[in-house]
C-alpha cells in the first residue's frame, strides 16, 4: 500500500519540473524575440592616416660605359670598385711604346716640311733671285753681241753662220730667263713650290695631331666625377674598341625610382612626404619626397615610374640598385569619424555605401558617404554621427539583434615604416 506523504512528495516534484520547463520556455522565447548577439562599434573621432608603401631601388642621374678605343694591352688599372674618381683622372692605361715611337715619327716629318717651307722662303727665294738675274745678264750680253754680229755680216766682216751661232745663243738665254722667271714666281707666297711645303707641312701637323690623339686614348680618364660601379679589366688583357672596362656612375643628387601600380595613381602627388627603409639596414629609417610622377604608364606592367628626392645626404650605407622600402604619406585627417572597412556592405559606389546601425533592438540600414580610406579604415562624411553603433557582424538589414560592443582601433601606419610594416603593407596595398 502507498504512503499517502510519498505521492505528495511526487506530485510536488512534477509540478515543479514543469514549472521549471514552463520558464525555460518562456527565457528562450524572450531572448529569441530580442536576437542574437551581435558584435557593434561605437563611433567616434579618431586620427586618421593614408600611408601608400611599395619597394623602390636606388638609381643614378647617368651611368656611363668607359672603353678603349683603340686595340692594345693594359699596362695598369688605377682603380677599383667603389672607388670615387675625379674629372680626368686617369682610370687605366695601355702599353704605349708603339705609339710613343709613331708620334715620334710624325714630329720629324713635320719638322722636315716646315724647315723645308723655310728654306724655300730664304734660301731658295735668294736662289731663284740670283739665277734670275744672272739668266737675265746672259740675255743681254747674248742680245748684244747679236746686233754687232749682225753689223759686222752687213759689213762683210763675218760669214752668216756666226750670225746663226749668236741668235742660237740669244734664244738659249731666253730659255734661262724664261726658266729662272718660272723659278722664282715658285717660290713666292702664292707659287707652286711654297704651296707644295705647306701642303706637306699641314701633313705632317695633321699626322703629329692624330698620333698624339691615338698616344693620348692609351689612357683612359674619367669623364666626370664618378664612382665605379664595375671593373671588368685586369693588366695584362688584350682590349679592343667596343667592349665596357669600366661601369660608372656620375656623381649627382642621389634619387629612387619605383614602379607603383596605376591604380594608385590618383594618391600620388609631387612634394608629398614619405620615408624610406633599407631592406639590409631595417633600423636607420630616412626621409624622402615625391620629386615626380611619370606622365605615361608602363603598358606591359600595368604601373607608373615615381621618383623621390632625399631631403637629407644620403645614408653612407647606400648603394646603387639598392632594394629600399618607401612609404608616402597619401592623405591624413586630424580628426574624422572612423569605421572598418569590414563594416562596409558591398563595394562602395563613388564614394557611398549602406552600413547596418543597432537602433532599437534591430540593424537598420543607413546610406552613408565616404571620405579618405586606406587599407583597413573610412572616413564617414555623411550619414553617420559620433555614438552611433555600427553592426559589424553578419546579419540582415531589420533583424532583431542584441548589441555587443567590441573595440577597435584603426591601424596606425604613419607611426613608421619598418620591413615587417612594409612587406605587409605592401601585399595588401598592391597585389593585382
Known sequence: MTNPLFRGSRRYIVWGLVAVLFLASGAVGWLRLRGPLVDVLELRQAPLVRILQFSARVATLSRVDVGSTITGRVAQVLVNEGDRVKRGQVLVKLESDELRAALAQAVASEKQARARLSGLRTTGRMASGAALAQAEATLRAAQAELDRVEQLVAQGFLSASRLDETRRAVEVARAQQTSAQAQTRANDETGTDLAQAQAQL???????????????????????????????????????????????????????????????????????????????????????????????????????????????????????????????????????????????????????????????????????????????????????????????????????????????????????????????????????
Open 202 to 432: 699641314a701633313l705632317g701637323a695633321a699626322a703629329t695631331v692624330a698620333a698624339r690623339a691615338r698616344l693620348a686614348q692609351a689612357e683612359l680618364a674619367a669623364p666626370a666625377d664618378a664612382r665605379v660601379l664595375s671593373r671588368e679589366v685586369e693588366p695584362g688583357q688584350i682590349v679592343q674598341p667596343g667592349k665596357a672596362l669600366l661601369g660608372l656612375a656620375l656623381a649627382g643628387p642621389t634619387q629612387l625610382a619605383a614602379q607603383v601600380d596605376e591604380r594608385f595613381l590618383d594618391q600620388l602627388q609631387t612634394g608629398q612626404k614619405a620615408w624610406v627603409v633599407a631592406d639590409a639596414f631595417p633600423g636607420q629609417r630616412f626621409a624622402a619626397r615625391v620629386l615626380s610622377v611619370a606622365p605615361a604608364v608602363d603598358a606591359q606592367r600595368g604601373s607608373v615610374e615615381v621618383k623621390f628626392a632625399l631631403d637629407q645626404q644620403p645614408p653612407a650605407f647606400l648603394r646603387e640598385d639598392m632594394t629600399l622600402s618607401v612609404a608616402v604619406e597619401t592623405g591624413r585627417r586630424a580628426s574624422a569619424l572612423v569605421l572598418p572597412l569590414a563594416a562596409l556592405r558591398g563595394a562602395p559606389d563613388d564614394g557611398a555605401a549602406t552600413v547596418l546601425v543597432a537602433r532599437q533592438g534591430r540593424a537598420q540600414e543607413q546610406p552613408v558617404r565616404l571620405g579618405l580610406r586606406t587599407l583597413d579604415a573610412v572616413e564617414v562624411v555623411q550619414g553617420l554621427a559620433a555614438g552611433d553603433a555600427v553592426v559589424l557582424g553578419a546579419i540582415k538589414p531589420d533583424a532583431r539583434m542584441r548589441p555587443r560592443p567590441v573595440p577597435w582601433q584603426p591601424g596606425a601606419a604613419a607611426a613608421g615604416v619598418t620591413r615587417e610594416d612594409a612587406g605587409s603593407t605592401l601585399g595588401n596595398a598592391m597585389g593585382r
